[in-house]
């Protein structure tokens, strides 16, 4: 496979278009349409910005490694399959109220969801002040797991307008709720540095302009 469908095929699996690429390695979009069409190569800086973005080495970019990228497009496959039941149990659990269960720490709140050979499990102590972990599995294998620690700051927080955006995250932030959101006088935040691999974020509510509830996470697969 040569560079040209490499890059289309990692770009897809990444769930970026061309105009977000392109943002992100500070090019134009013509440029990635050119690298894409095998009409245009790219110079060694970009080379390694691509690289980096994709989470693949300049080396493998530039060889022709078929078995290499039939490697790493089934483990997206499978990390796709992840990111979406975490989405899905993430809106039959605590964002929505749902599948509450027995606590499995003292003073623990737990929820649990399944859906055929897919486990989640949520598990957090404290109120105003708590930590918690994430964790799912497959197939009774742990695949990923997320913990997080988080305080509210002002009797003015919303419990209600947290779920409501915790529900609102989708494949292109999977990890708690959606980059920005926004309802009547409050607003989420969410600020993201890694992949579903191997990350680490915080999230903020503001009501106005004061800041009433922030969290702290970090987590990635485990397997």
């Given at each position: 496979?040569?560079?040209?469908?490499?890059?289309?095929l990692?770009?897809?699996?990444?769930?970026?278009?061309?105009?977000?690429?392109?943002?992100?390695?500070?090019?134009?979009?013509?440029?990635?349409?050119?690298?894409?069409?095998?009409?245009?190569?790219?110079?060694?800086?970009?080379?390694?910005?691509?690289?980096?973005?994709?989470?693949?080495?300049?080396?493998?970019?530039?060889?022709?490694?078929?078995?290499?990228?039939?490697?790493v497009?089934?483990?997206?496959?499978?990390?796709?399959?992840?990111?979406?039941?975490?989405?899905?149990?993430?809106?039959?659990?605590?964002?929505?109220?749902?599948?509450?269960?027995?606590?499995?720490?003292?003073?623990?709140?737990?929820?649990?969801?399944?859906?055929?050979?897919?486990?989640?499990?949520?598990?957090?102590?404290?109120?105003e002040?708590?930590?918690?972990?994430?964790?799912?599995?497959?197939?009774?294998?742990?695949?990923?797991?997320?913990?997080?620690?988080?305080?509210?700051?002002?009797?003015?927080?919303?419990?209600?307008?947290?779920?409501?955006?915790?529900?609102?995250?989708?494949?292109?932030?999977?990890?708690?709720?959606?980059?920005?959101?926004?309802s009547?006088?409050?607003?989420?935040?969410?600020?993201?540095?890694?992949?579903?691999?191997?990350?680490?974020?915080?999230?903020?509510i503001?009501?106005?302009?004061?800041?009433?509830?922030?969290?702290?996470?970090?987590?990635?697969s485990?397997?």
């Amino acid at each position: 496979m040569i560079f040209s469908e490499k890059l289309q095929l990692l770009r897809k699996n990444k769930g970026l278009t061309q105009e977000e690429t392109a943002e992100k390695l500070n090019v134009s979009r013509q440029a990635v349409a050119k690298w894409e069409a095998g009409q245009a190569y790219p110079d060694i800086a970009n080379l390694i910005r691509i690289s980096d973005l994709l989470n693949v080495s300049v080396d493998y970019l530039v060889r022709d490694q078929d078995c290499a990228v039939q490697a790493v497009a089934s483990r997206q496959t499978d990390m796709e399959k992840l990111i979406a039941f975490r989405l899905e149990a993430n809106v039959n659990t605590y964002a929505a109220f749902k599948n509450e269960v027995d606590s499995t720490r003292p003073q623990s709140h737990d929820f649990r969801y399944e859906n055929g050979s897919w486990l989640y499990h949520d598990t957090y102590i404290g109120g105003e002040r708590f930590a918690g972990e994430e964790a799912v599995w497959h197939d009774g294998v742990s695949v990923y797991a997320m913990n997080y620690m988080g305080r509210v700051l002002s009797d003015s927080f919303s419990g209600n307008f947290l779920k409501e955006a915790l529900c609102k995250a989708d494949s292109k932030m999977p990890y708690r709720g959606p980059e920005y959101y926004q309802s009547g006088e409050y607003t989420y935040r969410c600020k993201v540095t890694g992949d579903f691999t191997w990350f680490q974020g915080c999230e903020e509510i503001y009501r106005n302009e004061t800041k009433v509830y922030e969290c702290v996470f970090h987590g990635g697969s485990v397997c």
